[in-house]
Structure formats: C-alpha cells, structure tokens
C-alpha cells in the first residue's frame, strides 16, 4: 500500500522568496515520486520525478525537489516565488507493484502575495 | 498531437440522468488512466487500461460506473443514476512509460449533478 501526506493544505509566500512544499510518502516498495501543479480548471502539469537515480531532481519552472529515503520525504522548493506559481501543487507517489498508478497526496494550495 | 482530449469540459445533469464521458489518449500512449478530483482533494484512482484491458478497478468504481476502450484507442466513462455524491471534476491521463514520462493529464470533465 501506498500513501502520500501533504503538510499544511495553504501556503503563502511574497514574491521573491523561498517555496517549500513538503511532501512525505509510505511505500512498501521503491517508490517513483512525482510533483505535479495544477492551475483552475486545468489538468495536472508535471513538475518533476524521482525514479531512483539522483536524489536532487530538477524540474520545470525553476522547481527542484530532493528524495531523502531516511525521512521519506520529496520536499518541493523553489528559490523566488513568482506571481506565475500561484497555483495548486501535489505530490504523488508510485511503484512498479502498483501498476504504475499514482496515489495523490491532498494538495498544497500556493498564494503568492506581492 | 494535441495531447489528451476529455469532452465534455463541463456537464451539468439532474439526479438520476445517465451521463458519459470521452477520453481521447496521445495516440501512441497503450496505458489510459480515469481518476476522479473532488473540491480541495488530490486525484482518486478509478481504473486503467493497458491497451483495451481494463486491469484495474478501484473500489470508488461502484456498479453504477462503468469504463471502456474499445480498440484500445480512446475511452469512455459512464455513470448511470448520477447521484449528487459524484459531482467532481473526472481527469484522464494517459501514459506510455511512467518512469519516463510520467502521466499526460486531459483538462478534465467537471460534473455537476443538481
């Protein structure tokens, strides 16, 4: 069984600074884990993955995210927020015995004030 | 390819109505996946599809709801005796190598049942 927690459903941050988004995940198998956002009425966009090559990921949009196997986390970050990452960010977790299906964690809503 | 197409974008329908949704995957992608996003919640799995099998199916997928990919091309999801309890927006997402690629999200069908 797989599972994904999300820690605080809203962040706000000021324009300029730093995101975290944290993200901690249970799996009985290696897990692949992934960060996707999501904009109003959207779809979801990939950020970034982890599929147990490097531990430090880089993703779209200036985001990187670091697998740490002793904590079970896959923390977001970006180092200067911009008006444009105000959107709805998840972490999602998977594995080769679960089909490839990815379990969601239940989201971080991002504000980013001015 | 323009990516993964879900019609209809919006579809209101009374309790009771039956209603069907349209998932065309990218064309060259053999997995095609159904999950169901409430307000404020991440994705929930539904079902998947390998080709035209279907391999999977979550518990949320109760009898009234039904999914198929004839041909293994693009897929349909059926609800019938909509209830107010399944209003949410369905996304479909296909892939053709998780580990690679990750998952392509449609935009997605927001139901609402009045």
């Known amino acids: 069984a797989q599972s994904v927690t999300q820690l605080g459903s809203h962040v706000s941050v000021s324009e300029g600074a730093l995101v975290l988004l944290r993200c901690n995940y249970s799996?009985?198998?290696?897990?692949?884990l992934f960060w996707y956002v999501q904009y109003p009425n959207q779809g979801l966009q990939l950020l970034l993955k982890?599929?147990?090559?490097?531990?430090l990921v880089k993703g779209i949009n200036g985001f990187e995210a670091e697998f740490k196997k002793s904590e079970t986390s896959f923390h977001l970050t970006k180092p200067s927020a911009h008006m444009s990452d105000a959107a709805e960010y998840f972490c999602a977790v998977s594995g080769k015995a679960a089909g490839n299906k990815l379990t969601f964690g239940g989201g971080t809503r991002v504000l980013v004030k001015p | 390819d323009t990516g993964v197409s879900q019609d209809p974008r919006h579809k209101i329908t009374k309790r009771g109505q039956n209603v069907t949704f349209r998932c065309d995957p990218i064309?060259?992608?053999?997995?095609l996946y159904w999950y169901r996003q409430t307000l404020g919640q991440g994705p929930e799995f539904l079902t998947y599809f390998q080709n035209e099998a279907q391999l999977e199916k979550s518990r949320l997928l109760s009898d009234r709801f039904s999914a198929e990919r004839p041909k293994g091309s693009f897929s349909t999801l059926e609800i019938q005796r909509t209830e107010q309890g399944d209003s949410a927006m369905y996304l479909c997402?296909?892939?053709?190598?998780?580990?690679?690629?990750?998952?392509?999200f449609g935009s997605g069908t927001r139901l609402t049942v009045v």
């Open positions: 064309s060259e992608h053999n997995r």
């Open positions: 997402a296909s892939s053709d190598n998780l580990i690679d690629y990750g998952y392509t």
């Open positions: 982890y599929t147990s090559a490097a531990t």
């Open positions: 799996s009985s198998v290696p897990p692949y």
